[in-house]
């Protein structure tokens, strides 16, 4: 029975869904639900006392849907509020950090890390250090990019000013010398290929999305949670303000078109 | 005695201090308590229900505080609130539109008004409702500009940006012929140099912190709410949120070095 029951996943707002999307390839007859927490979107720019808060009503209406487990599906929520709200979940959690981090540490040749994400993930020091568990000979450069996300959100200027700005943000990457880079936001992954295209081949880039789900995969089948079931799998999605705007979001920036939320009570 | 008593301002960030700045010039007497709502903030991608419940919860933390006015100094929720919140508020409320909206149709010359705001106050028309009401005459053309607030909380990457987003988004407000632009949201006064040089001197800039400044002189000397007393005004402010944050943007951005704030319990 418990098999059945749904993968929960959450972020701020539309930016995990690059992790639903991943879910769908790699476990493609896992039930999901989706929770966007649009009423306190962006987490990027707010304190760990307030992301700590809204992820802890987030597992617990999640655990009241019945999930089986529960994805992190934000960077910020990951690095600042993973530990708190373990305490208090009564399924398993993992977070978008981990999956990432472990990748980037088999990627690198030259022991140089790098990290794109928002101004909390930089502050909380997370990927470094969560890197520095795994290896401790291993440097970790940080680089906080706030006005990627709403650019990203906003697809009309994204195009006209995508090049600048990565011009600017990258360039300290460039200096670093990483040839790895984190791509430690859920909404990066959208723009992975003109990042790809401005640090060229020597740069080898981490997406979250795919390793999370690869990682959920594994989790899952040792606990013997798999689904195994030929139905068709449902996909459910809640946000905390009204669902128009995220629905928007999801398919202007994602093309998922078929995307509609519930608000959430 | 209630003369003495503390106007209350809200916004959903650092905005409004951009107003509390201007009364400040214009009231220097009055005792002031502001309200950042940072939990929340940005307003301009939240629905109209958000912004209400937001809104009301503010309005009766700044009623327990005693205050003898309040401004709603955000114009996203001057735009989606204030009716709702007109009909519970005890005390006089005052939104940021209507004293904008009254200069621009004084200012006007030949009928047409541009403004530019956050996409929540563009899609509730609020402006073009407000203008219309004063002058059915006027041609009203509003132009959403969803990354000038995070750029202008971006000090570093706002000199190197701005040139290259003010073209994009003022290009429609040039070609529409406008000879008046209303800054339709609190942080733009803050980059009015910057659109002024853009725009040239044939387009009058609207700034929306003077003219309510203005106006709530003008309402408290007609409700005999004036404080008239010698002693120095006592300025405090709350946040939803940490105020850490808070108060290195009000440095970073406006320059209020003395601003300390308060987690509102």
């Keep these: ?3 059945k029951a749904p993968i929960g996943l959450f972020d701020s707002g539309v930016g995990g869904l690059t992790i639903l ?3 769908q390839v790699v476990l493609p007859s896992e039930n999901i639900i989706y929770f966007g927490d649009t009423a306190h979107v962006p987490y990027g720019n707010k304190s760990k006392t307030a992301v700590t808060k809204y992820s802890t009503e987030i597992v617990k209406f999640l655990e009241n849907k019945k999930v089986k487990f529960i994805i ?3 960077n910020t929520a990951s690095a600042l509020a993973l530990p708190s709200i373990k305490k208090i979940a009564k399924v398993g959690l993992l977070g978008v950090l981990m999956p990432a981090a472990k990748q980037a540490v088999k990627t690198t040749k030259n022991g140089k890390i790098a990290v794109i994400a928002t101004q909390a993930t930089v502050n909380s020091n997370s990927y470094k250090n969560t890197i520095s568990k795994l290896n401790k000979n291993l440097k970790v450069y940080q680089f906080a990019c706030p006005l990627l996300v709403p650019l990203i959100e906003d697809k009309k200027l994204l195009k006209t000013l995508l090049p600048t700005m990565l011009k600017y943000y990258l360039a300290p990457v460039k200096k670093c010398g990483a040839d790895t880079l984190i791509l430690g936001c859920t ?3 959208i723009i ?3 990042i790809a295209k401005m640090l060229g081949s020597s ?3 981490i997406d979250s999305a795919h390793n999370t789900a690869l990682e959920t995969k594994n989790i899952l089948a040792q606990k013997k949670l798999l689904n195994t079931s030929k139905t068709k799998a449902k996909i459910r999605a809640y946000t905390s303000d009204a669902p128009k705007h995220f629905e928007t979001l999801a398919k202007a920036i994602l093309n998922q078109k078929s995307i509609k939320a ?4």
Tied chains: 1, 2.
């Design 1 to 3: 029975m418990q098999n």
């Design 21 to 23: 999307k991943a879910l």
């Design 72 to 74: 992190v599906g934000c």
């Design 187 to 189: 909404h990066y992954p």
């Design 192 to 194: 992975k290929n003109q």
């Design 203 to 205: 740069v080898k880039l």
């Design 262 to 265: 519930e608000l959430a009570k």
